[in-house]
């Protein structure tokens, strides 16, 4: 469903190329996906502020040519733990939120094909990689100690189409829309496409949901401090149900609440899971939820 064909060519909406999203910026992508990550934003002969040039993925690029599925992923976890530990903490709990909000979700028979374990892993490693995108962009602004200026708004909202260039780097066609659409609202007022309704997957609409839940507890350097299970089942009924994502989703989203919205690898002050971890239980929670949707491990 990423319409966008990489490298500027035809798309199946009218979705603008990314260098009408930066006034006067230019976006060079080579042929080669590998290289990809390395392109060059140029505005008027000067790079953009806040963009890391050289990336983690060429660094591996070697041992992630050679690498089993699972260790790949786990590569693309260490880039962000090597990146920033915050956005490597935040992906691994979304992951675990939108695999458990997932499995409540399937109870009900409209969302029942979600009850697989493929299904389930595919969404906890969407989850898992949905901020790839943010390991383009410079730690100034993610370790910024307060709310972003507008300049670094407008780079920030540009991780979601950046995740999909290194996703294309890595050959991960399948997480496209999860990392894509993550920030896209029923209404129309997300970003980056400003889709509506149904034209949003369903999947990317699941991580959505996990997300902005784990945002809400984790709280983010540049933005809202943590919140308890109670205040962020609060802040989700205003305007988030029915306008942001499924008005339906609001009860299965309550019954998440009453367990732990935290990943099980770092509770209780545990030291950080490394990425080899992490993937490992992704693995198992999609097995386990399938057979206990309520499991909360």
């Known amino acids: 469903m990423y319409h966008r064909e990489l490298g500027g060519a035809e798309c199946a909406r009218d979705i603008p190329p990314l260098s009408e999203r930066i006034a006067g910026a230019r976006l060079w992508v080579p042929e080669s996906h590998w290289d990809m990550v390395c392109a060059c934003f140029l505005t008027q002969g000067t790079e953009l ?16 040519e050679e690498a089993d599925p699972d260790k790949k992923f786990a590569l693309l976890l260490e880039i962000q733990l ?9 992906a691994i ?40 995108g943010k390991t383009i962009i410079s730690n100034k602004v993610w370790d910024y100690p307060s709310r ?31 990392i894509a659409y993550h920030h896209e609202s029923l209404d129309g007022s997300g970003y980056p496409f400003g889709m509506r309704g149904n034209e ?15 945002a809400l507890h984790g709280g ?24 942001e994502v499924r008005e339906s989703w609001a009860n299965p989203f309550e019954e998440l609440l009453q367990g732990n919205v935290g990943h099980p690898l770092i509770r209780d002050g545990n030291a950080f899971p490394t990425p080899d971890q992490a993937v490992q239980f992704t693995n198992l929670a999609a097995e386990e939820l399938v057979t206990n949707p309520y499991c909360d491990f």
């Open 220 to 243: 983010r350097p540049y933005g809202n401090s943590r919140r308890t299970t109670q205040e962020i089942g609060a802040a989700m009924r205003i305007n988030f149900w029915g306008r």
């Open 93 to 132: 709990h979304t992951g675990y939120i939108a695999q458990r909000f997932a499995a409540l979700l399937s109870l009900s028979s409209e969302y029942s094909e979600l009850r697989i374990p493929k299904i389930l892993r595919l969404l906890g490693h969407g989850g898992n990689l949905h901020d790839l």
């Open 200 to 214: 949003i997957p369903l999947y990317a609409q699941i991580i959505k949901v996990a997300d902005v839940a784990q």
């Open 49 to 64: 502020p806040y963009i890391n040039y050289s990336h983690g993925l060429q660094e591996y690029r070697k041992e992630y």
């Open 148 to 178: 972003h200026p507008e300049e670094m708004v407008t780079i920030r909202k540009l991780h979601a189409e950046f995740g999909v260039m290194v996703a294309a780097a890595a050959g991960l066609s399948e997480l496209y829309d999860m």
């Open 82 to 90: 090597q990146h920033n530990s915050w956005i490597y903490l935040h």
